[in-house]
């Protein structure tokens, strides 16, 4: 029996997943935030007034910048936490083949089927 597009035992399991990945994701935030923190306030401070930051660290300050925060700490909200989520489920998941995919894979296993049987006509004409 071919499985259905929509089953409503199927819920449960989605609400799992959604909810996985909305805790992977607030676990990824905090760690990046830790690690933000560390490579962009507390670094610099440790080495001294009169060292430079590192490449990373201008990076991160740079890309990732907590003006709201003014540069002291990394923070992120529940909708940071959301977006984070979907991209990575939009990332992972697998898009559905077109027509003209099936269409071209169906002629690559004739051609191997063709070929294959050449072959057997070739082995068993020369054996």
């Known amino acids: 029996m071919a499985r259905r597009f929509c089953s409503p035992w199927m819920l449960p399991v989605a609400l799992v997943q959604a909810f996985f990945m909305i805790t992977l994701s607030?676990?990824?935030?905090?760690?990046?935030?830790?690690?933000?923190?560390?490579m962009v306030v507390e670094l610099p401070k440790d080495l001294g007034p009169y060292s430079q930051m590192s490449s990373?660290?201008?990076?991160?300050?740079?890309?990732?910048?907590m003006r709201d925060t003014n540069d002291v700490k990394y923070e992120f909200k529940f909708?940071?936490?959301?977006?984070?989520?979907?991209?990575?489920v939009l990332m992972m998941m697998g898009w559905a083949p077109t027509r003209s995919e099936i269409e071209e894979e169906e002629?690559?296993?004739?051609?191997?089927?063709?070929?294959?049987t050449k072959a057997k006509k070739l082995a068993k004409a020369l054996g």
């Open 107 to 116: 002629d690559e296993d004739l051609a191997k089927a063709s070929k294959k």
């Open 79 to 88: 909708d940071h936490v959301l977006i984070l989520a979907n991209v990575m």
């Open 56 to 65: 990373l660290s201008m990076f991160l300050h740079g890309a990732f910048p």
């Open 26 to 38: 607030g676990i990824w935030l905090f760690g990046f935030g830790l690690f933000w923190t560390f």
